[in-house]
């Protein structure tokens, strides 16, 4: 299939991009062997990039990131297109088509976020970290089977009710995301780094929460203050891009 030259620009450089990221998982000690994917969407479409399933992340090149659909059906005649998306490939598909101001998705098995979604436990906001990343607690989402959009059906019913960008799918792992793949994976380390906090503070006593008006307070400084105004998760910039 072709594209008029603009839009292939965004679809290549969208490309590079989920390339890229995949080796920030590696980077981050998210992931081991072909588990876990990114995915991000093509500006202004309904069309999203994702990695190819079980393919080794020293492999992982842009000609081989797949174009798929809304429904997370590979684009005919693309690139990748003769390979088989992600296994997660339905659940990120429900998440664009619901969640239309998701531009990316990361999920991770890293180590001590899938502890807390083993036990089927939120991740309180105890830290100030999480109180600006996340917002609150990182929530736990329903056991879903992979295989069709159960997945991402979780993850969107659990998100609409939260401010965090991760949910713990309940005895699977982390899932993320962001306003762009950047910053979804951006969520992906951060959240796997105060599961691990949170973890060792627990084997101390119990944390000491962090009442909600201070919660509040860290969350839109961080969101609307700190850093620079080109941020991937400012919302003007965001829609500027769009």
Known sequence: MEFD?????????????????????????????????????????????????????????PENMILCDSDGVAIPG?????????????AHAYVYRHMPEVGGVVHTHSDYATAWAARREPIPC?????????????????????????????????????????????????????????????AAVMVEDVARTVHFARQLGDPAPISQSDIDSLYDRYQNVYGQASDDRRPSETKEEA
């Open 126 to 186: 105890v830290l100030t970290m999480i109180g600006d990343e996340f917002g609150g607690e990182i929530p736990v989402g329903p056991f879903a089977l992979i295989g069709d959009d159960s997945i991402g059906r979780g993850i969107v019913e659990t998100l609409r009710n939260s401010r965090s960008r991760a949910v713990l799918m309940a005895n699977h792992g982390p899932f993320t995301v962001g306003v762009t793949a950047k910053d979804a994976v951006k």
């Open 5 to 61: 030259a603009r839009l292939q620009g965004r679809i290549d450089a969208v490309r590079a991009d989920v390339s890229r990221l995949h080796a920030e998982l590696v980077r981050y000690g998210l992931v081991v062997w072909t588990a876990g994917n990114v995915s991000g969407r093509v500006p202004g479409t309904d069309l999203f990039v994702i990695k190819p399933s079980g393919v080794m992340y020293d492999d992982l090149a």
């Open 78 to 90: 693309t690139p990748g297109s003769e390979r088989s998306p992600s296994s997660d490939t339905a």
